[in-house]
């Protein structure tokens, strides 16, 4: 059953930062974007590249590995090579705890 669990504070995670937190056996992305945090595997769905080490405009990372795009709000994959959208996460916070739900 999906459960809220905390992965972060706040403050490890000011806007236009990002972090990485294993889960489980996951790798999951958080960014803050204007105090906005959302949560996606940090796993290309092309070839598994660290989509966290990417850049970010707007809502959009760029996998640093072959340019494929994903918005991080919905995980669709906007740009090939990808074909396949990434998994995102719902986020919460509790007052200063990062809570993704898994
Ligand atoms: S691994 Fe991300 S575009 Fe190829």
Not at 9 to 15: G, N
Request: proline share 7%; with cysteine; net charge negative.
């Amino acid at each position: 059953m999906a459960e809220f669990v905390t992965v972060a504070t706040t403050d490890e995670i000011p806007p236009g930062e990002r972090l990485v937190v294993g889960v489980g056996r996951k790798w999951i992305a958080i960014f803050n974007v204007d105090g906005t945090y959302y949560a996606i595997a940090d796993v290309c769905t092309h070839d598994d590249g660290p989509l966290a080490e990417g850049e970010l405009h707007d809502c959009v990372i760029t996998c640093p590995r072959h340019g494929a795009e994903f918005d991080i709000k919905t995980g669709k994959v906007l740009k090939a090579p990808a074909m396949v959208d990434v998994p995102t996460y719902p986020v919460r916070v509790e007052g200063e705890d990062i809570q993704i739900e898994v």
